[in-house]
Structures are given as structure tokens and as C-alpha cells.
């Protein structure tokens, strides 16, 4: 693993475990870049069901919760060394994530 996966793979795990005990503004900012990317996930999850791509059932909310529980989980149990690189564990999760909100099999 490069340096620079490395370091982003601590810093995840940080951030996910470690942001409340942040204080002030820096709390602040993390929570607004949070809720950033978060607001991105839903708006696509939104506009694939807005489109006829995704499972018009689905709760947008839900989904983003679980796009994120999944991702931030992975540092418990991923290993570089493992099956897959990071890259090939990104697109299977890309993979899973997507062909998960698809349209049930009786509207395709």
C-alpha cells in the first residue's frame, strides 16, 4: 500500500471513531464536509430514482446510512494484503452499491 492510501485509510478510520471529541470549530467543519458529502450520496440516490434507475421505493435517507455504514465499517476488516486491492474493493463496492437500488425484477 502507497503512503498516500495509507494515510487516508488512518484518516478515515480517525474520523469516523474520533470526530467527537473534536470541539468548537473544528467539529463544526467536520461535521459541514460530513454533511457535504453525505448531501452528494442522496441527491444521486434521489435523482436515480427521479430517472427510473433506481428502486422507487427505496428511502433515499436509508440508503445514504447504509452507503456510508458499509464504507466506514471496511477499515475494521480490510487488508491490503488480502484478496483484493483498494481499488478492486472501490469497484465492488460501486458494484454491490448500485446493482443493490436497481429496479425490482418485475419493473426491468
Known sequence: MDGAAQEQRLWSQVAEREFTRLRGRRLREFIAERDRFSAFVKQLVEQGIAEGTFDPTLNP???????????????????????????????WFATFVVSGLGLPEEDR
Open 61 to 91: 435517507s436509508i440508503v445514504t446510512s447504509c452507503v456510508f455504514e458499509l464504507m466506514n465499517t471496511s477499515g475494521n476488516w480490510f487488508r491490503p494484503s488480502g484478496e483484493l486491492s483498494y481499488a478492486e474493493l472501490a469497484e
